[in-house]
């Protein structure tokens, strides 16, 4: 999982992005109060204070202002303070900041100075203040963030990795949150799929195992046949049946691989070029008596760690559906990197045979497959084993005509 993709970061960074826009709402409504506060107390105080020296000074009256403010007319204005606009300023006047409300009545400009004033200092004090909360906030956010992600994550990641490894008990299920309810819903569902696949393998593996004694029966049967038979009559049909009986073993075999659940870390490699070589040869009969030229074309030589009798099963049953329904032309079986190729200049898939193979799982959903009546198998088995193997089989049409079928081995499990 990438980590822009992980819950605990999308928690985390939800709650650090609330953090955020809600520290910059409060930074603009006590931006606003602070200003609405210097109004209240520094410009309503000059202009209370202006009100009331103006009209005295003016008459002659003394003006003995409060600490800190100083009442200045005409010439007595300061030269640094006389270009000032109307209403309330900020200045600094030799490094010392001054607020100063300029206004004018009939006996001429007046200006009235703020010396004293200390609201810049508490402005800052304030200003800091609001800093260190906001910042508090934000990386409170995150630690809650945090907290919240741990305690929710952590308990999903414990129960997918126990699903993973495919424990029968699983954590959480004596908790009566959502968690506990998922955790429940989950060992229901896996149990029901483990009986289901338990099931499903012992029914395969149970009929294998009784299908073997009767076609061995079948098969010294047919070979005793074969021997003492003193015409082609009775030759010919028992080398049928011996045929048939050897493929049907041979798909009793493949059925109880696919049973077992796949190991294939731990097989010895089989050389695909090798059987790929084999099976082109054992299907040379089908094409014996048509115009039709099976080739092996060969290729750079890889192995394959998995069961024999799957990759013979899977490369086989192409081949000898190739050869079965080419009637003119040529079949070849070729190597890759990887890979082998199987082609024909036959007629092509039927649409529902395409059907099958571009649904996944098609082989389990009861889709009819296609294939030789040889090996019993169809595609969709084929598609089955590939599944089991790792790999992957791929479709196409030739470009003059036919299909070209490629099973592409896992790179995991191959060796050039």
């Given at each position: 999982?990438?980590?822009?993709?992980?819950?605990?970061?999308?928690?985390?960074?939800?709650?650090?992005?609330?953090?955020?826009?809600?520290?910059?709402?409060?930074?603009?409504?006590?931006?606003?109060?602070?200003?609405?506060?210097?109004?209240?107390?520094?410009?309503?105080?000059?202009?209370?204070?202006?009100?009331?020296?103006?009209?005295?000074?003016?008459?002659?009256?003394?003006?003995?202002?409060?600490?800190?403010?100083?009442?200045?007319?005409?010439?007595?204005?300061?030269?640094?303070?006389?270009?000032?606009?109307?209403?309330?300023?900020?200045?600094?006047?030799?490094?010392?900041?001054?607020?100063?409300?300029?206004?004018?009545?009939?006996?001429?400009?007046?200006?009235?100075?703020?010396?004293?004033?200390?609201?810049?200092?508490?402005?800052?004090?304030?200003?800091?203040?609001?800093?260190?909360?906001?910042?508090?906030?934000?990386?409170?956010?995150?630690?809650?963030?945090?907290?919240?992600?741990?305690?929710?994550?952590?308990?999903?990641?414990?129960?997918?990795?126990?699903?993973?490894?495919?424990?029968?008990?699983?954590?959480?299920?004596?908790?009566?949150?959502?968690?506990?309810?998922?955790?429940?819903?989950l060992q229901a569902h896996t149990a029901e799929l483990r009986a289901f696949l338990d099931r499903e393998r012992f029914f395969t593996g149970d009929v294998s195992h009784e299908l073997r004694s009767p076609l061995?029966?079948?098969?010294?049967?047919?070979?005793?046949?074969?021997?003492?038979?003193?015409?082609?009559?009775?030759?010919?049909?028992?080398?049928?049946?011996?045929?048939?009986?050897?493929?049907?073993?041979?798909?009793?075999?493949?059925?109880?691989?696919?049973?077992?659940?796949?190991?294939?870390?731990?097989?010895?490699?089989?050389?695909?070029?090798?059987?790929?070589?084999?099976?082109?040869?054992?299907?040379?009969?089908?094409?014996?008596?048509?115009?039709?030229?099976?080739?092996?074309?060969?290729?750079?030589?890889?192995?394959?760690?998995?069961?024999?009798?799957?990759?013979?099963?899977?490369?086989?049953?192409?081949?000898?559906?190739?050869?079965?329904?080419?009637?003119?032309?040529?079949?070849?079986?070729?190597?890759?990197?990887?890979?082998?190729?199987?082609?024909?200049?036959?007629?092509?898939?039927?649409?529902?045979?395409?059907?099958?193979?571009?649904?996944?799982?098609?082989?389990?959903?009861?889709?009819?497959?296609?294939?030789?009546?040889?090996?019993?198998?169809?595609?969709?088995?084929?598609?089955?084993?590939?599944?089991?193997?790792?790999?992957?089989?791929?479709?196409?049409?030739?470009?003059?005509?036919?299909?070209?079928?490629?099973?592409?081995?896992?790179?995991?499990?191959?060796?050039?």
């Open positions: 999982m990438l980590p822009s993709e992980s819950l605990h970061r999308r928690i985390v960074v939800a709650l650090v992005s609330f953090g955020v826009v809600l520290s910059l709402f409060v930074a603009v409504v006590a931006a606003i109060a602070v200003e609405g506060i210097e109004v209240h107390l520094v410009d309503n105080r000059l202009a209370e204070a202006a009100r009331w020296a103006s009209p005295r000074q003016a008459a002659g009256l003394p003006t003995e202002m409060p600490a800190g403010l100083r009442f200045h007319r005409g010439s007595d204005i300061p030269q640094s303070l006389r270009k000032l606009p109307q209403g309330v300023s900020e200045v600094d006047v030799d490094g010392v900041g001054l607020h100063v409300l300029t206004g004018a009545d009939a006996a001429g400009p007046y200006v009235m100075v703020d010396h004293e004033s200390d609201y810049e200092k508490v402005e800052l004090v304030v200003y800091s203040m609001f800093a260190a909360a906001l910042l508090g906030i934000v990386l409170l956010a995150a630690l809650l963030g945090r907290f919240l992600a741990s305690r929710i994550v952590n308990p999903i990641s414990e129960l997918a990795d126990a699903v993973t490894h495919g424990q029968t008990a699983l954590p959480l299920t004596e908790r009566a949150d959502e968690l506990g309810i998922l955790a429940r819903a061995t029966v079948i098969m010294g049967a047919a070979e005793i046949l074969m021997t003492n038979a003193d015409s082609e009559a009775t030759r010919a049909p028992a080398e049928r049946i011996y045929r048939a009986a050897h493929e049907a073993a041979e798909c009793v075999t493949v059925l109880l691989l696919l049973a077992r659940a796949p190991e294939l870390g731990r097989l010895p490699p089989v050389q695909v070029d090798a059987i790929a070589a084999r099976e082109a040869e054992r299907y040379r009969a089908l094409v014996a008596h048509k115009p039709v030229a099976l080739h092996y074309k060969g290729g750079p030589p890889f192995a394959v760690q998995a069961p024999s009798e799957l990759c013979a099963a899977a490369i086989g049953n192409l081949v000898r559906n190739a050869c079965q329904y080419t009637e003119q032309g040529e079949v070849g079986v070729t190597l890759g990197k990887r890979c082998v190729i199987v082609e024909d200049t036959g007629p092509g898939l039927p649409q529902a045979v395409r059907a099958t193979l571009r649904q996944p799982g098609a082989a389990s959903n009861g889709v009819p497959s296609t294939g030789s009546a040889g090996t019993g198998l169809g595609l969709s088995l084929v598609y089955r084993i590939c599944e089991y193997l790792g790999a992957t089989l791929l479709h196409e049409d030739r470009a003059g005509g036919g299909s070209r079928f490629t099973i592409v081995f896992a790179r995991d499990f191959t060796q050039s």
